[in-house]
């Protein structure tokens, strides 16, 4: 039997710039990850089956303070493993290989787990209460359908690092509310008070409240349509060792192949999250504020 809606959590990458595992590194003193403050969201917004997509690195420690939260709360929580060999053509020699696929592999790692409209995020990112309540409003209002997704996005000048660049998703969006394009942009950075990317060693600017793609999507199981052969296709052209396939590449190609259609929502909360190891005081001082405001309980799941 299928459950309405469920939230998927990207938990496998190997963050190399952050050095360490940072899916899993408690913030304040009560040492929850971000992905738990996600996990608490989404259960007061009607949330209760939950897939966490992991690598090998992943603790079994960590995994066993999961499943007695799980246990405790009444959820049906999911553990797959986002393997390297995982869906790769056998004709495909993989010893080259070191880094996970992407997350558009890791989203085709759950196609045999899920029936449901579901959300997926990443593990390491703070999206906000008011983030999951329109999540979950969108998918309760049977606006999520077949060949019908939705991005929950944020103004870019509110998603920067102040210790170096970041990648977004920059969003091309008409005035329906409907994506048009999705661009990868890397090394964007804050300078005197103006935004640029690189690209070509040319300088570029962007629109402070441009609308930034942070990987939290809300998507009908159509979007396993042929993902699997897009795979494929994409392992048998990409043999660099660190080159990977991304969600927001996924759904360009969808777009610009007109197979689906993309509505955007800016978010109601605030984005936070951390990209280097400097991110993380910032972090927690934000946490922490949100603690005293009565946001969140001292530890999240007395």
Not at 30 to 52: C, V
Request: include cysteine.
């Amino acid at each position: 039997m299928s459950s309405k809606k469920a939230l998927v959590i990207l938990a496998g990458g190997l963050g190399s710039r952050y050095k360490s595992l940072k899916q899993i590194d408690g913030i304040t003193d009560n040492q929850s990850p971000l992905l738990e403050y996600s996990l608490y969201d989404a259960m007061e917004a009607g949330f209760s089956k939950i897939i966490l997509i992991i690598n090998k690195l992943i603790p079994a420690s960590y995994i066993d303070r999961l499943q007695q939260i799980a246990l405790k709360k009444n959820l049906d929580l999911r553990f797959v493993y986002q393997h390297i060999e995982n869906f790769v053509p056998q004709d495909i020699d993989l010893g080259f290989r070191k880094k996970p696929w992407g997350t558009a592999h890791a989203l085709l790692c759950i196609k045999n787990e899920i029936e449901e409209n579901f959300i997926i995020l990443n593990a390491d990112d703070f999206y906000g209460k008011e983030a999951f309540k329109m999540a979950s409003e969108i998918i309760d209002q049977n606006l999520v359908k077949t060949n019908l997704h939705h991005i929950i996005a944020y103004p870019l000048d509110l998603t920067l690092s102040e210790n170096g660049a970041v990648s977004r998703g920059i969003c091309d969006i008409n005035k329906q509310q409907s994506l048009t394009k999705i661009t990868e942009r890397t090394h964007i950075f804050s300078d005197l008070g103006k935004i640029y990317f690189i690209e070509n060693d040319k300088k570029i600017s962007l629109e402070p409240k441009t609308l930034v793609s942070m990987n939290f999507s809300i998507f009908n199981p159509s979007i396993f349509d042929d993902l699997e052969d897009r795979f494929h296709q994409f392992v048998k052209t990409n043999q660099n060792p660190k080159v990977e396939f991304y969600i927001p590449q996924l759904i360009e190609d969808l777009l610009q192949e007109n197979k689906i259609s993309v509505k955007v929502h800016e978010s109601p909360s605030q984005w936070t999250g951390v990209t280097y190891p400097e991110d993380k005081q910032s972090l927690k001082s934000f946490i922490e504020a949100k603690i005293k405001d009565g946001d969140y309980p001292e530890n999240l799941w007395n």
